[in-house]
C-alpha cells in the first residue's frame, strides 16, 4: 500500500485513478475495524467475525407483477447473494430489505462489507468497485451523500467530501451504497433527504443502492422500478448452521449444540421467540453452558430470567460499593417509564442521548445495564458546520443509548404498565397506558404484563376478550403468561372451535394462531380439527414443517386428528404432505377440498403407515368427491 504522503501527493496532483485508491482502501480499513468484531452478546469477553455470526434466515422476494392477494406474491431465495445476482444489469437497481427487529438487516449489510474486504469470488460484490455501507442512524444533520461518507473514513485519510464527489461520479456504473436502518434515520419524512433521492432514483441514478428499514418504515416516494425483499428470521437448521460456525473452535462443540436445541425444543415460549435471530444468539451464548429450567413454559419467564441472568453476571463482576444497590428498583421504574414513553411516542423512540438518562439514572447503575448488554452505548458521529464567515465542517459525535434490542424496551415498558397496576390509585393509568399502545405492533408489552401481574392480566384480557376473532386468540396467549390454575381450559375451549389458518387472514392472527397450535402440542392438549386454507408453501420433511406463504411455519402438529386443506395446489406436495401426516399419531382423516391433486401415489411405505393407522384420507371438488385407496394408491 502507498505511504499517506504518497496518497497526498498523487492528491495534489488530481489523479483520480489515485483518489480511487485512496477511497477503496480507506472503506475496506473502516469496514475491517468495525465488522472484524463483533460481540453476540456484550458482556462477554468473546467477539466474533462477521462472517461467522451472518447466517442467511428466510429471504423473500415481492412479484409486484402478482395481485396483492395472491399466496405466491413472495417466493424465496437461496440466499443473500441472490438480492443481486437475480439481475443482470444492475445499473441503477434500487432494493429495499425489511424485517422485524433483530432478524438480521443489520448483519447482512456487515456480511457485505466482509465481502468486500476480503474480495470473496462467490460473493456478487466482485461486481462493485466501491461499497459503501452508512449507518444511518449516525448521520444526524448530515445534508450531502460525499460528506457522509467522508464521516465514515479513519480521520488519517486525506481525502475532502469534494475529493469523493470526483471519485464517485468517476465509478458510479460500478458504486453500490448500503444505508442501514433507514427506520433510525433522523431524516426519514424528508422525500428531500439524499436517502430519499437516491432511493427514488434523483440523485447518482446510475449507482446500485440498497436500504435496510423495519417494516413499515420505508423512504418517502421510493422508485417503482425498487426490488423489495423481506427477512423472515431463523428456522431450525438454520439456527443449527449458527452454532456450528459459532462455537465450532468450542470443546465438545457438538453436545453443546445439542444441549442448546433440546432446551428449545423443551419450552415452545422459547422456541418461538428464538426465531428472532438476534434473540436466539444471545440465548446461544448465554446459556449454551448452562440448562434452562424445564418448566419455564412463558415468555415472561424467559426474559425475566434472561434479565436476571444479565444482571447478576454483571453484579459478581461490579465492586459492591460502586453503587447504592438499595435505589435500583427506583432507577428500574425511571427506565422502564422512559421504555413506555419511546414506545408510545408517534415516531418510537428507540435510542436517547447519554444527557437524557444521566438525569434519570447514576452513573453506576447506567454503566451496569450497559455492561450487562441491556443497554448499549454508541458513539453517533456527525457533521456540524462551524460559524462565521469561515464556514466549514467539523466531526463531532455523541453518545447515545439504546436497548439491545426492540424486545428489550418492551419487557421494561410491560414493567411499567404493571407497576401501575399494583397501585389501585393509579390503576386508571395503566388502562390508559394499555389503550395508547398497538397490540399488534407490540404484543410482547402486553404478554410480558400480564406475566408479570395478575392486575395488569385482568385489564387486558377483560379489554381483549370481548373483541374480534384476532383479539380473542390474542387474549388466549396472554392468559397463558399468567400463573392461572384454568389457563389450558381456554386453550381446550379454543381447539374445540375448529382452528384455521388462512392465507386472508392478518399475519398477526397467523402467527397468534400458530403460537396457540405450538402450545396445544407441547402441553399434548388434543386438537379435534385444524383447516388450512390456501395458506401452505411447501412441505419440510426434514424439519416435519409446514412453510406458509407468508413466511410463517408451522410444526409439532402431533396432537390433531382432522386435517383439511382447502384451495391449496397440492399436485408437487401431496406426496410431502401425506408422508408428513403419516408420522401424527393419532391422525385419523386427511381432507383435500378444491385441491389440486396427483392422479395417485406410489409410496408403499406412507400408504402402509396411513392404513396402519386407520387414517382416511378424502377430496372434494365442487359435486364430485372420493377417497384414496390406500392399497393401491389411486382415487376412487
Known amino acids: 500500500m502507498r505511504s499517506t504522503s504518497c496518497l497526498k501527493f498523487i492528491i495534489c496532483l488530481g489523479?483520480?485513478?489515485?483518489?480511487?485508491e485512496i477511497l477503496?482502501?480507506?472503506?475496506?480499513?473502516?469496514?475491517?475495524?468495525?465488522?472484524?468484531?463483533?460481540?453476540?452478546?456484550?458482556f462477554e469477553a468473546v467477539s466474533l467475525c462477521a462472517s461467522d455470526v451472518c447466517i442467511d434466515g428466510v429471504i423473500k422476494v415481492l412479484d409486484r407483477s402478482k395481485r396483492e392477494k395472491d399466496p405466491c406474491r413472495w417466493t424465496t431465495i437461496q440466499s443473500r447473494h441472490d438480492l443481486l445476482k437475480l439481475y443482470k444489469d444492475l445499473d441503477g437497481t434500487r432494493i429495499l430489505i425489511d424485517g422485524e427487529p433483530g432478524y438480521g438487516k443489520s448483519t447482512l449489510l456487515r456480511q457485505y462489507a466482509h465481502d468486500f474486504v476480503n474480495q470473496s469470488p462467490e460473493s456478487p460484490l466482485k461486481r462493485f468497485s466501491i461499497f459503501v455501507l452508512l449507518p444511518l442512524k449516525e448521520l444526524c444533520n448530515v445534508t450531502c451523500i460525499y460528506q457522509a461518507i467522508r464521516s465514515q473514513l479513519p480521520d488519517d485519510i486525506p481525502l475532502t467530501a469534494d475529493a469523493i464527489k470526483d471519485v464517485i461520479n468517476d465509478h458510479v456504473s460500478a458504486l453500490l451504497i448500503g444505508f442501514d436502518g433507514f427506520d433510525e434515520y433522523s431524516d426519514r419524512g424528508s422525500p428531500q433527504s439524499f436517502v430519499a433521492k437516491?432511493?427514488?432514483?434523483?440523485l447518482l441514478e446510475q449507482c446500485t443502492a440498497i436500504c435496510s428499514t423495519r417494516k413499515g418504515y420505508i423512504p418517502p416516494l421510493p422508485s417503482p422500478t425498487m426490488k423489495h425483499f423481506r427477512l423472515y428470521g431463523f428456522n431450525n437448521d438454520m439456527q443449527k448452521a449458527y452454532i456450528k460456525n459459532a462455537f465450532r473452535s468450542t470443546e465438545n462443540a457438538g453436545v453443546l449444540k445439542d444441549r442448546i436445541l433440546r432446551q428449545l425444543q423443551q419450552n415452545s415460549a422459547i422456541d418461538d421467540i428464538c426465531k428472532v435471530p438476534l434473540?436466539?444468539?444471545?440465548?446461544?451464548?448465554?446459556?449454551?453452558n448452562e440448562e434452562i429450567k424445564e418448566n419455564l413454559d412463558t415468555v415472561t419467564g424467559f426474559f425475566a430470567e434472561m434479565m436476571r441472568t444479565?444482571?447478576?453476571?454483571q453484579r459478581n463482576k461490579d465492586a459492591t460499593d460502586q453503587h447504592d444497590s438499595s435505589l435500583e428498583p427506583l432507577l428500574e421504574r425511571q427506565?422502564?417509564?422512559?421504555?413506555?414513553?419511546?414506545?408510545?411516542?408517534q415516531n418510537q423512540k428507540l435510542s436517547w442521548e447519554a444527557s437524557e438518562l444521566n438525569e434519570l439514572i447514576d452513573k453506576a447503575t447506567l454503566e451496569m445495564y450497559t455492561n450487562s448488554g441491556i443497554l448499549v452505548r454508541e458513539e453517533m458521529p456527525y457533521t456540524a458546520k462551524t460559524p462565521g464567515a469561515?464556514?466549514?465542517?467539523?466531526?463531532?459525535?455523541?453518545?447515545?443509548?439504546?436497548?439491545?434490542?426492540?424486545?428489550?424496551?418492551?419487557f421494561f415498558a410491560a414493567k411499567h404498565i404493571s407497576g401501575l397496576a399494583k397501585q389501585e390509585d393509579k390503576e386508571h393509568l395503566a388502562k390508559k397506558a394499555i389503550v395508547n399502545l398497538n397490540h399488534i405492533e407490540h404484543q410482547y408489552v402486553y404478554r410480558f404484563a400480564c406475566g408479570l401481574n395478575k392486575a395488569t392480566a385482568k385489564i387486558i384480557l377483560d379489554l381483549f376478550t370481548k373483541n374480534s376473532k384476532d383479539s380473542r386468540i390474542f387474549a388466549t396467549l396472554c392468559l397463558l403468561e399468567t400463573d392461572s390454575e384454568d389457563k389450558y381450559n381456554e386453550v381446550r375451549e379454543y381447539c374445540c372451535s375448529g382452528p384455521m389458518v388462512n392465507h386472508y387472514d392478518s399475519k398477526f392472527l397467523q402467527t397468534s394462531t400458530i403460537q396457540l397450535l405450538q402450545v396445544v402440542s407441547h402441553q399434548k392438549i388434543p386438537l379435534p380439527s385444524l383447516e388450512l386454507s390456501c395458506c401452505v408453501e411447501s412441505v419440510n420433511l426434514e424439519q416435519e414443517t409446514l412453510h406458509l406463504f407468508s413466511g410463517l411455519v408451522i410444526s409439532k402438529l402431533d396432537t390433531v386428528e382432522e386435517l383439511t386443506l382447502t384451495f391449496t395446489n397440492c399436485v408437487d406436495m401431496a406426496a410431502s404432505l401425506l408422508s408428513l401426516f403419516s408420522r401424527i399419531p393419532v391422525l385419523k382423516a386427511v381432507r383435500f377440498?378444491?385441491?389440486k391433486l396427483p392422479r395417485s401415489f406410489d409410496d408403499r411405505c406412507v400408504l402402509s403407515d396411513l392404513e396402519s393407522s386407520q387414517c382416511k384420507v378424502s377430496w372434494k371438488n365442487l359435486s364430485l368427491e372420493g377417497k384414496l385407496n390406500l392399497s393401491t394408491g389411486r382415487w376412487e
Open 24 to 42: 477503496v482502501n480507506a472503506l475496506k480499513r473502516a469496514y475491517h475495524r468495525k465488522y472484524k468484531h463483533i460481540k453476540p452478546v456484550p
Open 390 to 410: 469561515n464556514e466549514r465542517y467539523c466531526e463531532k459525535s455523541e453518545t447515545h443509548f439504546s436497548f439491545y434490542h426492540k424486545i428489550f424496551q418492551e
Open 593 to 595: 377440498k378444491h385441491c
Open 198 to 202: 437516491i432511493m427514488n432514483n434523483k
Open 335 to 345: 427506565l422502564a417509564e422512559l421504555a413506555f414513553n419511546g414506545l408510545c411516542s
Open 310 to 313: 444479565l444482571l447478576d453476571h
Open 15 to 20: 489523479d483520480p485513478l489515485g483518489k480511487h
Open 279 to 288: 434473540i436466539f444468539v444471545a440465548f446461544a451464548h448465554i446459556r449454551g
